[in-house]
């Protein structure tokens, strides 16, 4: 079956513009995650779903980072008024239950430049 | 708090000698641990995972972990590498506990160079 996708692959934005990155999930993926990766380091958490409830951002930098998955499938990470430091690869993965032990599964990425 | 800390931002091998990611964690709670692969302009993709059953895990590609409460360690091992092996190497940490089951946290990442 098809794997997670994302979009756009790149994205390349000017500083004060807002962006939307999109994940599409495994069908029938309960649980949904974000994260971000900047150059030279691993994924760094941002914040899950449970079907449509997010719970917990605490890896949102500040409020100008919010997403939804508003149908319990898609999901948005939305970037407002982005920053230059806002540049990174956005990575979204999904899992069955989210059980610590269950594999989570990585979409492409998208990554984002900020001019 | 979890951490994780691969030694070795990169590691350079010849085609068919031992390969040793090494990755060690830090949780207050049993782990559960993973390794995951990612080959240019793709996702990261599982290798193999440790969630308290056997302590060697073997996973896809020939790779295997062994895991070492004592030392809380997680290496990852191949005997014979191969030029396919060169990518980049994550090792990640979740656990059980608090709000954010399935959380994972992340290593640096080590780059795995293969030369013939």
């Known amino acids: 079956g098809a794997g997670v996708s994302q979009s756009p692959r790149y994205k390349v934005t000017k500083r004060g513009q807002d962006v939307a990155l999109r994940c599409d999930p495994i069908?029938?993926?309960?649980?949904l995650y974000w994260y971000r990766q900047a150059l030279g380091q691993g994924p760094e958490f941002l914040t899950y779903?449970?079907?449509?409830?997010?719970?917990?951002k605490s890896g949102l930098p500040n409020d100008r980072f919010s997403a939804e998955r508003p149908e319990g499938s898609i999901s948005t990470l939305t970037i407002q008024r982005t920053e230059q430091r806002d540049s990174a690869m956005y990575r979204c993965?999904?899992?069955?239950?989210?059980?610590?032990?269950?594999?989570?599964?990585f979409g492409p990425g998208t990554r984002l430049l900020v001019l | 708090a979890q951490s994780v800390t691969q030694l070795g931002s990169h590691v350079s091998v010849s085609e068919g000698a031992l390969v040793l990611l090494r990755c060690n964690y830090s949780?207050?709670?049993?782990?559960?641990l993973f390794w995951y692969v990612q080959y240019p302009n793709q996702g990261l993709q599982l290798l193999l995972k440790?969630?308290?059953?056997?302590?060697l895990v073997k996973g896809i590609n020939g790779f295997e972990a062994e895991f070492k409460k004592s030392e809380t360690s997680f290496h990852l091992t191949k005997p014979s590498a191969h030029m396919r092996d060169a990518a980049e190497y994550f090792c990640?940490?979740?656990?059980?506990?608090?709000?954010?089951?399935?959380?994972?946290?992340f290593g640096q990442g080590t780059i795995l160079t293969v030369h013939p």
């Open positions: 993965a999904s899992s069955l239950p989210d059980r610590a032990q269950e594999t989570q599964y």
């Open positions: 069908s029938g993926h309960v649980s």
């Open positions: 779903f449970n079907y449509e409830a997010q719970q917990d």
């Open positions: 949780s207050s709670v049993p782990p559960y």
């Open positions: 440790y969630t308290s059953a056997a302590t």
């Open positions: 990640a940490v979740s656990y059980a506990g608090g709000t954010s089951y399935g959380k994972l946290t």
